[in-house]
């Protein structure tokens, strides 16, 4: 696990971008399983909606773990 923290720490922008690949991949591979009548331009708008929604959640996430890391390091130095 710390491995995989540290390579994320040191490529966060190909690390965004994965996740990203890797969310639209999987709403095209959920959304062409279901028998809808959308059409396939919809289901690609769809796919990269349900990315963005993903990528955003995880910067907030990943703000939120600097913000929270940063504060404690700042904590344990003015000890």
């Known amino acids: 696990m710390e491995g995989l923290q540290s390579w994320v720490s040191e490529h966060k922008l190909t690390s965004i971008g994965a996740i990203w690949a890797t ?3 999987a ?4 959304t062409s ?6 059409k396939p331009s919809l ?6 909606m349900h990315a963005q929604a ?3 959640a995880v910067l ?3 703000a ?3 913000h929270y890391e940063k504060s404690t390091t700042d904590h344990n130095h003015q000890k």
């Open 64 to 66: 939120l773990y600097h």
């Open 33 to 38: 399983t279901k028998t809808t009548p959308f």
């Open 23 to 25: 969310a639209v991949g």
């Open 43 to 48: 289901r690609i708008i769809h796919a990269r």
């Open 60 to 62: 907030s996430g990943a």
């Open 27 to 30: 709403s095209m591979a959920y």
């Open 54 to 56: 993903l990528t955003l």
